[in-house]
Each structure stands twice: as C-alpha cells, then as structure tokens.
C-alpha cells in the first residue's frame, strides 16, 4: 500500500515532466502522486466533481497566461488551435476535426442538443438518472419546439446486469424516437452504462447517440471513434485533471462502418464565429473522409483563454506518459478496494452502485450509510453528514440524489470516487471515518 508524500514544488513540476517522460510508465504511485497539487492534510475523494490539477498543469495555466496578458498577442490564432485539439484528439482516438476543446461537458452537451435537428413530435429516449444539464436542455426543446421526451429509470443496486439496462431501453424505443441519450457513467450511481451495446442498439433502430461522457476522460483508456456515438461531451477537469473551465466534445464527422455505419446526423454549429456567413458548408461526407471541419465551426466562438487548451493538452499528454491502460487499472483496482471496504462496513444491501456485474463497475461508488432505510429518504442528514466528513476530518465526498424504480421516493446517496492520486492507505481511513461517523448520526 501506498503512503502519501508531500507535493512536488511547482516550478520542478513541469521540468520533470520532460526529464522523466520515458520514467513515468515504471514510476511508483506514490511517485506519481506527488505530481498532484494536493493539500496534505485532505482525502480527495470526489474527483466524480474534480479532479486535482498537476503542477505541471497548474504552471502551464499561469505561463500561457503571462504571455497573452499584455494583450498584443492574436487571440484568434489561426487553425482554431488545432495544435492543442490534435494533442489531445490522439489521445481519445479521434482527429482534430472531429474534437473540440469546450468549457465544461455540459457546454458542449448544451451545444449538441441545441445544434441537432429535431422538430414536433420528434422523441428523445434518455433516463432519469442523467446530469441536470442533459434533461434541462432537452426539456428546453419539449416547451420550445414540441419534442417529445420518454425517461426510464436505471436499475440500482449490487447485482445490477447489464442486460437489464440494454431491455429497458429497446422496450422504451418506438417509432417516432430519433435520439437516443445516455450517460457513459452515471454521477449518481457511478453506473457504467454498456455504451457500445446502446450505440449498437441505436445503430439497428438508426437513431443519433449523445453520451454525457463527463466522467470518461482520465478514467478509461478510451477510444472515442470506436464506442460509436455521434456526439460524446466530456469534462476535461474530472478524471481528466485539467483546468476548472475545459471540457471536451467529440463530434463524430466521418463514417467508419465498422464503428458506426449510419450517415451523419443533421447539425446546427449554432454558436459559431466561423460558420459561413453566405451559402451553406459543403455536404457532409459519407466515407472516411472528412468533407469538411465540424469542429472548426463549433471551436470558434469569439475569443477565448488560450491556456486553457494548453493546458488540458498538458494534462492529457502527462496521461500518455504515464500510460492510459495503466491509469484505467489502478483506478479500477483502487475501486475494487473501495467498493469491498464498502461492503464489508455498510452491508451489500446498501449498495446503490453495481458490484456484481464487472462491466457496470466505475471508481464512482455509491451507498447508504445509515442504519434505517428510511434515511435515504432524508436530504438533510444525507447532507449534513457530508459536510461534517468535511468539516470535521477534511475527507471530501459528495452525496446524490436519483430515482429508485418501484420506489415512491427520491434516494439519497454518499459518493466517493477513487483516482490515480488516492491510495489504499487512505482509502482505508475514509471508509472507517465514514462507517464510524454513520453510526454515530444512526
């Protein structure tokens, strides 16, 4: 088990990213913890809402910055920074045409709904357990344009399969459904929803896919192309430990049938600087090739914080050093501590998250923590017992709200969330602070 080291000083961060590049594959975890702009005295517990930033990360925010506060710099530079979104888009799998570096996931999922040509009577199938932003923006469209909007609600618990997921949403879709809207993991439960088998799915009914992927980056060593999807918004300060403000957008703009054989949807850039100002782009492609640059049009929207791209590229390029199939298995491996640590104290019964089926299974774990069913009911103490892990031992959780199928109620839940900075050690300790402080509120 791995013990926490103190922080390597910001201004050696950046240097030896650069000396230790070829290292950091075979470097020790608790090596690469120090990496992290991490307070001493704290359990980060809930990158599910952010991450730690490197220092590394951190320097480059404040150097791209210096360089371009004295305002003589071009702040529209030219190719839409497409430096920053091809570091960045090899990453994921994907080209720079079809990434584009956008302010947070719910940005770019607003962006995507907005942008797709939907009109009265058209149907969007999507859960109750989506992200505010997703059901909003979509609830937007009903009142604005007469959409219709179907929801199911997700099975939860420890022995949720994935095939139950998959038959609920084949039995919800009908003809009139156009869309098909997921999250690649749930905030709420922390329940990887089986993407590929959903675009699959939509692949047979000929439906467009948007996955809320705010969770994916950093976590999963993900290629984006192959999950299938036509849009997949992300967060690039999650798992992905960029800066607060960067998300990112894959827009898919070329057909790979192996991946995805369906023609390109319909899409209005609808916040677009770039986007011609007479006459119409050219047709969207129906091969391998790219006809056009989807993402130029939705990257430009005016000025923009450069370092904001630099740094996330930072980020991402930290990752590809270290190894993303490495990253994804000590998350993982962390996860599985968490969740039997979890289950030993509270019992499997107060599992919200999956443990059963290990397809279903993210670092993003969810639970009830107090002895009386009936409590998950209670907002309140759910609450106050968040805060006061805190406050009174600087462990920082977060707690979810989220429908229960056959349940007259709306539950609330403890979430923690392991990364590559946590360790067992404290791991350990949050699971016996949280177990210790639940009997006492019990």
């Known amino acids: 088990m791995n013990g926490a080291v103190d922080p390597i000083p910001a201004h050696r961060a950046a240097t030896m990213i650069a000396e230790r590049s070829s290292n950091l594959r075979t470097a020790e975890w608790s090596e690469i913890r120090g990496l992290f702009a991490l307070d001493p005295g704290a359990i980060h517990l809930n990158t599910g809402t ?11 925010v404040d150097r791209v ?36 570096i956008t302010h947070n996931a719910t940005e770019g ?50 022995d949720v399969r994935a ?3 998959i038959e609920l ?41 948007v996955i809320d992927g705010a969770l994916l980056p950093g976590m999963l060593d993900l290629d984006m192309r192959a999950i299938g999807a036509d849009f997949i918004s992300c967060s690039g300060s999650k798992f992905q430990c960029g800066p607060l403000g960067t998300g990112l957008l894959y827009m898919r703009n070329k057909i790979h049938p192996e991946h995805n054989p369906l023609p390109l949807p319909t899409f209005w850039p609808i916040i677009s600087t770039w986007y011609p100002m007479k006459g119409s782009p050219p ?34 390029e930290m990752w590809d050093e270290i190894g993303r199939d490495r990253i994804e298995r000590r998350i993982m491996l962390l996860a599985d501590y968490a969740r039997a640590l979890i289950t030993e104290r509270f019992g499997r ?13 993210s670092p993003l774990i969810a639970f009830h923590p107090f002895r009386r069913p009936e409590d998950a009911w209670n907002v309140k103490k759910v609450h106050e017992y968040t805060m006061r892990l805190q406050r009174e031992y600087r462990l920082f959780t977060r707690w979810t709200e989220f429908d229960v199928a056959g349940s007259p109620h709306q539950h609330y839940a403890s979430r923690i969330t392991t990364h590559i900075f946590n360790d067992h050690d404290e791991i ?15």
Request: glycine content about 8%; aromatic content about 6%; proline content about 4%.
């Open 50 to 60: 952010v991450g730690a930033m490197p220092h590394a990360v951190l320097d480059t």
């Open 65 to 100: 910055t210096r360089q371009w506060a004295g305002g003589l710099g071009d702040v529209y530079p030219p190719g839409m920074y497409q430096d920053h979104r091809a570091t960045i888009a090899k990453a994921y799998g994907v080209d720079q045409d079809e990434l584009v």
């Open 109 to 158: 999922v607003a962006r995507v709904i907005h942008g797709l040509d939907l009109h009265a009577g058209d149907e969007v199938l999507t859960t109750t357990h989506e992200c505010y932003s997703v059901l909003s923006n979509f609830n937007l469209l009903r009142n604005r344009f007469g959409i219709e909007l179907t929801t199911i609600t997700l099975p939860t618990g420890y």
């Open 163 to 165: 095939e139950q997921i």
């Open 169 to 209: 949403f084949e039995a919800a879709i009908t003809p009139r459904t156009k869309v098909l809207a997921f999250a690649g993991i749930t905030l709420f439960t922390g329940t990887k929803l089986p993407m590929r088998a959903l675009c699959e799915l939509a692949h047979r009914h000929g439906l467009i896919t």
């Open 283 to 316: 047709p969207r492609t129906r091969t391998s090739i790219e006809s056009d640059n989807i993402a130029d049009y939705v990257q430009s929207a005016g000025s923009a914080s450069i370092a904001r791209g630099a740094a996330l590229a930072t980020a991402c």
């Open 349 to 361: 019964q107060a599992m919200y998250s999956p443990g059963a089926d290990p397809t279903l299974q």
């Open 428 to 442: 350990a300790r949050a699971v016996d602070i949280m177990a210790r402080l639940a009997a006492e509120m019990s």
